[in-house]
């Protein structure tokens, strides 16, 4: 059935039992969210006392794909990066993917992501989506897409952090908002790195 119950057994006058059954499902299921949000806040605080330690850019954000995979509950990830004339967004890191895929993939036109998120539940049903990506997409086992931007504070494209789900689906509220937190992270450590080559420079 899928549900949870909490039962209680009595004796009965003529020597049976009576069994009461009361169904907590929905109690049940608060509960298992609250742990898997104090699970979830315990991992980003873990990661962002992390970031604020000067580290290698490439390694930390490995760790906030990472982060981002296992709070999606997705097994495939990239992170892309914007080059310096904002025009095309490269791999920066991946997750869980072939290396046809990747080569298939490799570069990215940042127009697509004018917009604050791109969600594709189904992609099949998306029909913008050549019939080459989807191909290499459905092999891959990549049914629905979340893309989510991370800007700088004053609106600039730095990168899009990216989740390929294996069935057609949206993200819950609650992954997406994990998700704004992880790319927030990202842009302020994109930012901090690009501040200390500038100052390196100098």
Not at 19 to 30: A, G, H, N, S
Request: aromatic share 6%; charged share 25%.
């Amino acid at each position: 059935m899928r549900r949870w119950f909490a039962n209680r057994a009595y004796p009965t006058p003529d020597g049976g039992i009576a069994l009461y059954f009361r169904d907590v499902t929905e109690r049940k299921q608060v509960a298992q969210r609250m742990e898997a949000d104090l699970a979830a806040l315990t991992r980003l605080q873990a990661l962002s006392t992390k970031l604020v330690q000067a580290g290698d850019l490439d390694a930390l954000l490995r760790e906030i794909l990472a982060a981002a995979v296992e709070l999606t509950g997705t097994t495939k990830g990239t992170i892309r990066l914007c080059d310096p004339e904002g025009e095309t967004l490269r791999m920066s890191d991946h997750q869980g993917y072939s290396g046809r895929f990747l080569a298939h993939f490799a570069d990215y036109g940042s127009n697509y992501m004018r917009r604050k998120r791109v969600i594709l539940p189904d992609i099949t049903r998306v029909p913008q989506i050549g019939s080459d990506d989807l191909r290499v997409l459905l092999e891959e086992g990549v049914h629905a897409i979340q893309a989510t931007p991370s800007r700088l504070s004053s609106g600039v494209l730095l990168g899009v952090l990216s989740n390929h789900y294996p069935a057609p689906g949206r993200p819950a509220q609650r992954e997406l908002r994990y998700l704004d937190l992880l790319a927030r992270m990202a842009a302020d450590l994109i930012e901090r790195s690009q501040a200390e080559e500038a100052l390196r420079e100098a």
